[in-house]
């Protein structure tokens, strides 16, 4: 079976602080990891997948495979990150591919 | 290109009423999928299609059914409604089978009293 976990339902932090939104995940094979967001009154959308490397708005995410994590990470918060952020995964599960979303974790940004 | 939309934006039912859920992508995608958004339980697969005339469970397919009119239309219905399906609903496309690249629509806000 696969899964994602965000520990954190809320992560609080100030502007220009560093930002972590952590995702584990648990899946016997290979991966593709991803984070979704949601602002506020906005549809959910793509931000950045682990196989681009890419850095989106600031964030960047590595996936380690020997701590089974795709951490979120952004050095200075703005006011605009805040939003729901979700992890997800897309892997085979009973033959087909199947992508599994973590619960979310709202970041907030204090100004 | 409107992307994928929904229809409507707020219902509220009363328990056992029946609707449908309307959702249309114009972006020619294979696969499209109905999720549902609770506090504290993230985004959880109802349905999904893989293609045009194919359609399976999700994860939590109880009390829902599904029609892949064409190409283009997935909607989603409640026969019996019950309190709680109560949630916030997401329609999503994508142009592979479960493909991580997932479009979703702006999400219906269902209430069953």
């Known amino acids: 079976a696969q899964r994602v976990t965000q520990p954190e339902k809320l992560l609080s932090v100030f502007k220009g602080a560093p930002v972590e939104l952590k995702c584990n995940y648990s899946y016997s094979g290979s991966p593709e990891l991803f984070w979704y967001v949601q602002y506020s009154r906005q549809r959910l959308q793509l931000l950045l997948r682990?196989?681009s490397r890419e850095s989106i708005k600031g964030f960047t995410a590595d996936l380690n495979k020997g701590e089974t994590s795709f951490h979120l990470k952004k050095p200075f918060a703005q006011e605009e990150d805040s939003a729901m952020y979700y992890c997800a995964l897309s892997g085979l599960s009973g033959g087909y591919q199947k992508v599994t979303f973590g619960i979310g974790t709202k970041l907030q940004v204090i100004p | 290109n409107a992307g994928v939309t929904q229809t409507p934006k707020f219902q509220v039912l009363k328990t056992g009423q029946s609707m449908t859920l309307q959702c249309a992508q114009d972006m020619n995608h294979n696969s499209m999928y109905w999720y549902r958004q609770d506090p504290g339980m993230g985004l959880r697969l109802i349905y999904y299609?893989?293609?045009?005339?194919?359609?399976d469970k999700g994860e939590v397919p109880n009390g829902y059914n599904v029609s892949r009119l064409n190409k283009r239309e997935f909607s989603l219905r409640l026969e019996s409604a019950a309190p709680s399906q109560t949630s916030v609903y997401f329609c999503?496309?994508?142009?592979?089978?479960?493909?991580?690249?997932?479009?979703f629509g702006p999400g219906t806000r269902l209430t069953v009293t």
């Open positions: 999503a496309s994508s142009g592979q089978a479960n493909s991580y690249e997932q479009y």
């Open positions: 299609s893989a293609s045009e005339g194919t359609t």
């Open positions: 682990h196989i």
